[in-house]
């Protein structure tokens, strides 16, 4: 069996127009293949849920960076939840903390204004359960005090394509193995897994996948190499957005399903 676990914006979504348009051949082909497809996302619950039903999906999806996983019963049972990162943000000495203005700060209107995003859809962004996005504007050494304050408490600061998200210290690898889990064969066989990404928050999740996928993204810096690159095990798209997801995913899966049947 194989699992595609994707991240949204940048990736399945392109980065200015959130549409997914480009990749529509391929979401149709893993559809018909009956391979399911997991939505790995820095978004909340309630903003990918519509995604989710728009695009048929049953299967449980990966939200907030990993900081939980909606669609599985006590996933999240003993996790710090957003009142804990306002609340750490409030006993940051404000020559820190005044770097960093997160979705809590700002209400929809001003969400909206940062993301594009429509007034509702910004109103379901700005619905946190697990972690706290915003922008960080200070120097490179004073976020890394920022971070040593984080990771004191728990969390720590995971730099995307867009926000820099305050979040507890798991990933979306993590949450991407706990749901791998449930799709394990009764013979204990453990499916392929390909995961794609675009940002740094995407790394562990497709450097812990058995094939990641780096979408290439011009409104960031092109990610390090990573760990498996060398040996294939990490490819990069030229196209960006939803047309490299379309190109770089249908041609790996056909090179999986070809093997298969060897």
């Not at 979040?167 to 991407?176: F, I, N, Y």
Request: aromatic share 6%; hydrophobic share 40%.
């Amino acid at each position: 069996m194989i699992l595609v676990f994707t991240d949204l914006d940048g990736t399945l979504l392109d980065h200015e127009t959130y549409s997914y348009a480009a990749a529509e051949p391929a979401l149709k082909r893993l559809k018909e293949s009956g391979i399911p497809l997991i939505l790995a996302s820095s978004k909340t619950e309630a903003e990918m849920r519509p995604l989710a039903q728009e695009l048929a999906l049953e299967t449980p999806m990966i939200v907030e960076n990993g900081a939980g996983v909606a669609g599985l019963e006590d996933s999240t049972s003993g996790q710090p939840c957003y009142e804990d990162i306002r609340a750490l943000l409030d006993k940051i000495p404000p020559s820190i903390r005044g770097h960093f203005q997160g979705f809590g700060d700002w209400g929809a209107e001003k969400i909206s204004a940062r993301t594009g995003l429509p007034l509702a859809s910004a109103e379901r962004a700005g619905t946190r359960r697990f972690s706290e996005p915003g922008v960080w504007d200070g120097t490179d050494a004073d976020f890394e005090i920022f971070e040593t304050l984080l990771e004191e408490s728990g969390f720590h600061a995971v730099r995307g394509g867009r926000f820099t998200t305050i979040m507890p210290q798991t990933s979306k690898g993590e949450a991407m193995a706990q749901i791998a889990a449930l799709y394990m064969s009764p013979s204990g066989d453990t499916p392929t897994i390909i995961a794609l990404g675009d940002g740094e928050n995407d790394i562990a999740m497709l450097e812990a996948a058995d094939y990641g996928i780096v979408i290439a993204n011009p409104a960031h810096a092109p990610l390090p190499p990573l760990k498996g690159e060398r040996d294939g095990k990490i490819l990069r798209s030229e196209l960006t957005g939803a047309a490299g997801w379309n190109k770089m995913l249908n041609e790996l899966v056909d090179r999986l399903l070809a093997g298969s049947h060897a």
